[in-house]
């Protein structure tokens, strides 16, 4: 007698009907992460939209999802690499600070970190880099820039 394979098997087209009925069709690329959209303007997190409101309320200037190339694209072997890139949240010109909201940090966004202040460093620069990862920490962070500016 030929022994059942206990194994479920599941199409593309299930797994996206299953997916979309869990309610958990937001950002893939960043954990409990939930796209918000306010005014034609896209969040990637509730966070994100959070310190975007922040810096807005207090008039502090920002550059909002600046791209960074971290190592060109090139060519191996007939392959084509692509470019390492990564889109901070803010850039603040007039504090040289980047804040890129993070509420879980992973291995792959810690080492682009790194790759960011390399390139920073090969540019000159000493621009400081804030990870906020809480509502909280938001705010305190806007309030030692109003707290600066006010000395």
Known sequence: MKQRD???????????????????????????????DRDGVVFDSRIEKHMYDLLTIHGIRFVFQKRYVLQEGFR??????RAITYTVDFELPDYDMIIDT???????????IKMLKR????????????????KDECSALVGRLMDDDNR
Do not use: C, H
Not at 76 to 81: G, H, L, M, V
């Open 102 to 112: 993070k509420g879980l940090r992973t291995q792959q966004g810690n080492m682009r």
């Open 76 to 81: 191996y072997d007939d392959e084509a690499i």
């Open 119 to 134: 390139l920073l460093s090969d540019l000159g620069r000493t621009t400081r880099i804030e990870l906020p990862r809480t």
């Open 6 to 36: 206990n194994t479920d098997a599941m199409t593309a087209a299930d797994f996206q009907r299953l997916w979309e009925k869990s309610g958990r069709n937001g950002n893939r690329k960043v954990r409990n992460a939930i796209k918000v």
